[in-house]
């Protein structure tokens, strides 16, 4: 995979969207493509496929996703002609991502043994908003191996507030031998 030509596809449909100031419709398109194809292997396969000639795929992407708009229509075919459509779902990340940082919004994911009460993650996403000057918003993921507490991560730093590392760092103390 190439990750510079998939950033190139991200930030140039990006770039349509806000010429044509429609930022957010592009992106509903693009989550519904990405779910589509998500959700058809197969689909995605024969997209891929070298021996399958380009107007039969065209015709299928006619048919298939009618309702999107022409500019992001026009992008799967740019897509399927470079042959990248299996990594559509990386350019779709990479669109997200783009939206956010000119929302001025960093997304995250708290882990948990269990499920939090929305006061708790409003409460979370206020401190954290804060502390990067930013809008923070948190996607909660449910982790079974946890005894307790939460980790957080967010822009690839990871605040550890679990039990577990509690027990480790104790662990490390008790163990430590001066040389």
Do not use: C, W
């Not at 992008?75 to 470079?82: D, E, S």
């Not at 191996?145 to 822009?155: T, V």
């Amino acid at each position: 995979m190439d990750n510079s030509l998939l950033l190139h596809f991200s930030q140039a449909i990006y770039d349509v969207s806000k010429t044509d100031n429609k930022v957010e419709e592009y992106y509903n398109d693009l989550l519904y493509v990405d779910k589509v194809l998500k959700d058809n292997p197969d689909f995605v396969s024969f997209l891929s496929s070298p021996t399958i000639d380009y107007k039969v795929k065209e015709k299928a992407i006619e048919d298939v996703f009618s309702s999107i708009s022409k500019s992001i229509y026009a992008f799967i075919l740019i897509v399927i002609k470079k042959h990248q459509i299996k990594h559509f779902t990386y350019i779709v990340s990479n669109y997200l991502n783009l939206l956010n940082v000119d929302k001025n919004i960093l997304e995250g994911i708290i882990y948990t043994p269990f499920k939090l009460d929305d006061q708790t993650i409003e409460k979370l996403q206020d401190v954290f908003s804060k502390k990067y000057n930013k809008n923070v918003y948190l996607k909660e993921r449910i982790d079974k191996k946890l005894i307790g507490g939460l980790k957080i991560n967010i822009n690839d730093t990871l605040y550890d507030y679990s039990i577990s590392s509690k027990i480790d760092n104790i662990k490390d103390k008790l163990t430590y031998k001066e040389e």
